[in-house]
């Protein structure tokens, strides 16, 4: 089953509007020539709207990095897939270990931002992931796969099938520490034997995994390689055009 590679960019806290609005026309500028995948990147929701202006009649697609389940009320602070879709907004990431970990982020919220992103057509990124303390205690397949259970309880099949699950495992994030490729594909399959599971295998067929944590130009290639690996969730470097597209276009030489 061939799936089109999806590599996102994810801006984190980082770059005014100005600089987000020239990282994303270099994007654009450098990614233009790999049709054959998707990309997507996720700046601040302050530059959302700009960034998503600027990048209106390429093919480079604009992410969240986090909303709300409700469409509007009193949620100071708070931005919602209304404003989202609004704004010209095609993804959004959901459930990001940094914000289970510093905002108190849960399975059931997860679970209705899902369900509410899908209600505006915004599709989701809904990021999984286990600590280094599960892993070395051997809870990595069950961790993993009880918040993709969790996260997608909300969707039916066809809304299941064109979202996104981003694998990140939380100690490969921002620490330069890749998972092996084959510590990721065992993930990956056992996400996609969940999914299966859940909706059947020719909709787990579909649903494009990525994978996250310290993915680089020199590593994604193998990563992209196994099976059940699809794309890439990317932190720091794809915060230079440069680096972004050597990820992107990490089929080109073959
Ligand atoms: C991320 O935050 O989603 C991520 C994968 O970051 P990095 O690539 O910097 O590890």
Same mark, same amino acid.
């Given at each position: ?58 093919? &480079?697609? +604009?992410? =969240?990095?986090?909303?709300? !389940? #409700?469409?509007?009320?009193?949620? $100071?602070?708070?931005?919602?897939? /209304? ?78 099938? &064109?979202? +996104?699950? =981003?694998?990140?495992?939380? !100690? #490969?994030?921002?620490?330069?520490? $890749?998972?092996?490729?084959?510590? /990721? ?70």
């Amino acid at each position: 089953m061939s799936r089109r590679p999806i590599l996102a960019g994810n801006w984190k806290l980082n770059l005014t509007v100005r600089e987000s609005l020239e990282l994303a026309s270099a994007v654009r500028d450098k990614c233009a020539r790999h049709r054959d995948v998707d990309v997507v990147v996720a700046p601040t929701h302050l530059a959302l709207h700009a960034v998503a202006q600027r990048l209106a009649d390429s093919p &480079v697609r +604009v992410a =969240a990095q986090n909303c709300h !389940w #409700a469409d509007q009320g009193a949620f $100071t602070g708070e931005i919602s897939p /209304a404003h989202l879709a609004d704004a010209g907004v095609a993804w959004c990431i959901i459930g990001h270990s940094e914000r289970r970990q510093f905002f108190g982020e849960t399975d059931d919220g997860v679970a209705k931002k899902a369900r509410a992103l899908h209600d505006r057509g915004v599709l989701p990124i809904i990021c999984v992931g286990e600590s280094l303390d599960q892993r070395d205690a051997g809870q990595t397949l069950s961790w993993v796969t009880g918040q993709v259970k969790a996260a997608l309880a909300e969707l039916t099949a066809d809304e299941a099938a &064109v979202s +996104v699950v =981003a694998y990140e495992p939380i !100690w #490969a994030i921002g620490t330069g520490r $890749t998972a092996s490729p084959e510590q /990721a594909q065992e993930v990956h399959a056992a996400i996609r034997a969940t999914l299966a599971e859940l909706y059947g295998r020719a909709i787990a067929d579909r649903i494009r995994i990525q994978y996250g944590g310290s993915v680089k130009p020199s590593n994604v290639k193998t990563l992209m390689a196994q099976p059940d690996i699809d794309g890439a969730l990317v932190g720091g470097a794809s915060l230079t055009a440069d680096s972004f597209a050597g990820i992107v276009a990490h089929r080109a030489e073959d």
